[in-house]
């Protein structure tokens, strides 16, 4: 009996080490999705700001002017905006790449040291 007792008081201890194990990695990835979704926010955050400050740029304030009141040039790029097509307009065909001619008599390739 006394083995028995041993090997169920061992596994006991077996089992309450990795709770406790198993808690940190809880732990440590509850932070870890908090601090992704920290970054996610501040990114939207640092657009919107750039965004904005593009927009008071385009109604006539001046740099000078923005910072004269405190504000600061934002760090983050605003996003592009897409220019899309009004319905019934066709969208500007993209310019056709330049490729250059090649002379007369050439095959285009590179001839091979012998």
Do not use: C, Y
């Not at 077996?14 to 908090?34: F, G, P, Q, T």
């Not at 992704?36 to 657009?47: G, I, M, P």
């Not at 934002?74 to 220019?83: E, L, M, Q, V």
Request: hydrophobic content about 35%; aromatic content about 2%; charged content about 30%.
């Amino acid at each position: 009996m006394a083995n028995s007792l041993d090997l169920e008081a061992t596994l006991r201890q077996a089992r309450e080490l990795m709770e406790r194990r198993i808690a940190s990695v809880e732990a440590h990835k509850r932070n870890v999705d908090a601090e992704s979704a920290a970054r996610a926010e501040l990114t939207e955050r640092e657009q919107n700001t750039a965004r904005t400050w593009s927009d008071l740029l385009r109604a006539g304030w001046s740099v000078e002017e923005l910072r004269s009141m405190g504000f600061r040039e934002p760090t983050a790029k605003a996003p592009k905006r897409i220019n899309r097509a009004r319905k019934g307009e066709d969208p500007a065909p993209a310019p056709e790449a330049h490729v250059p001619a090649q002379p007369v008599g050439t095959s285009g390739s590179v001839p091979t040291p012998q």
